[in-house]
């Protein structure tokens, strides 16, 4: 399994950005697709996944209201779109993989599988 994320960048408090992670896998309908991040300083914190049936979405109650996961068959990619961005939510951004089988979808430790990371800051 390869993940390749983009889509970071600077952004005023406020605003939006849509992270994009790009998944190859020979079954994606296996997986479960994540999104964490960590802060300068802080642990590595759970953000958002989303099993590629799509048949639900979980956030951490940080983001909530404020972020949507997706993910797109034809280009097979997952996406984070992020409003209302904070300046506490400045970090790198990490999608990662799983099986299905996963049961506690915020544990990063279960994850086998992440991509490189993508800068977000939100300037105050």
């Known amino acids: 399994v390869q993940l390749q994320a983009s889509g970071g960048g600077l952004v005023q408090a406020g605003g939006s950005l849509r992270l994009s992670c790009v998944v190859s896998a020979p079954i994606l309908s296996r997986y479960l697709l994540a999104w964490f991040r960590q802060a300068p300083g802080k642990e590595r914190e759970f953000v958002a996944a989303i099993p590629w049936s799509g048949s639900r979405t979980y956030y951490a109650d940080s983001v909530r209201g404020r972020f949507d996961i997706s993910r797109d068959h034809a280009q097979n990619t997952v996406y984070l779109q992020m409003n209302n961005l904070k300046s506490e939510d400045t970090a790198v951004y990490y999608c990662?993989?799983?099986?299905?089988?996963?049961?506690?979808?915020?544990?990063?430790?279960?994850?086998?599988?992440w991509g490189q990371g993508t800068l977000v800051t939100v300037s105050s």
């Open positions: 990662a993989a799983d099986w299905l089988t996963n049961t506690v979808v915020s544990d990063g430790s279960r994850y086998p599988y």
